[in-house]
């Protein structure tokens, strides 16, 4: 390889899937609170981290940051991330944050990925997404946040190779109908999927190692935002309106007299599920 690369890794702090979701505030945004690491985000460190230890790891000089943008619960993702192999922390924490769609979304992240190769005095080669959060679901970050800081974009990637030289990769992305081979030269951004690895769980000596690792927070204005390029004033979409969802009705219970086949397909019939 050339020279050392950088991988850069948006992690998410979600609420848990375990956990009752509910929407707060005027207009309604998802309550954050007490949450975790999108999953998703897992398996993009992991290929991070991956890629970097088959070049040499941090011996060599390469680096795996995290970053991420939320209140300061989401500095949990950014521990998380940590402890898991990446090598600092970069939290985007603002109030004005709140609320912000898909589009604010990537447009912070782009800010802050160019504050980030100001600070690390190094360009960085490769953004790895998780395919989406657990949250939202709309897999529409990373492609945003491929245009804006002008990479090349590679989707729902289920493998990642290196070149020697490290100049470019190889993915692969499976459709249904085919297996693709893509290549992508440096710097690019890359989503993946979960089948790309299994990722690792931090052992006591990572967990305090992690401890020490540096977390740099930045503001809106630190970044160069102002206050009507972010959150809902700079949002292109938002909630107008959300209800509970109604509870479930009782199921009716057909007892098989000798006709239940019947009786259960034009169940099926009228509820055009056939």
Do not use: C
Not at 78 to 103: C, E, V, Y
């Amino acid at each position: 390889m050339n020279r050392p690369l950088t991988v850069l890794v948006p992690v998410k702090h979600v609420p848990d899937a375990q956990e009752e979701r509910v929407l707060t505030g005027d207009p309604p945004v998802l309550g954050r609170g007490a949450g975790i690491l999108s999953e998703l985000d897992e398996y993009a460190l992991e290929a991070a981290l991956q890629l970097v230890e088959a070049s040499g790891g941090t011996a060599a000089g390469h680096r795996v940051l995290a970053l991420t943008m939320g209140p300061a619960d989401a500095t949990a993702a950014l521990k998380r991330a940590l402890q898991l192999g990446a090598d600092a922390g970069f939290h985007m924490l603002d109030d004005a944050l709140a609320g912000s769609d898909a589009w604010v979304t990537a447009r912070v992240l782009a800010a802050a990925a160019r504050r980030i190769a100001e600070a690390e005095s190094r360009p960085v080669d490769l953004v790895l997404t998780g395919m989406a959060s657990t949250d939202g679901e709309s897999s529409l970050v990373p492609g945003q946040l491929a245009e804006r800081l002008g990479l090349a974009h590679v989707g729902f990637a289920s493998s990642l190779a290196l070149a020697e030289d490290g100049t470019s990769l190889t993915a692969t992305r499976h459709t249904e109908t085919e297996v693709l081979e893509v290549v992508a030269e440096l710097p690019a951004l890359v989503a993946v999927t979960d089948r790309i690895n299994t990722p690792r769980y931090p052992n006591f000596k990572a967990i305090v190692a992690a401890k020490k690792k540096p977390v740099l927070t930045w503001s809106a204005a630190d970044l160069g935002l102002g206050p009507g390029d972010v959150g809902l004033a700079g949002s292109l979409t938002r909630v107008l309106e959300a209800v509970p969802r109604p509870p479930r009705a009782a199921g009716e219970v057909v007892r098989d007299e000798g006709e239940g086949g019947i009786r259960l397909a034009e169940f099926l019939v009228a509820q055009k599920l056939v």
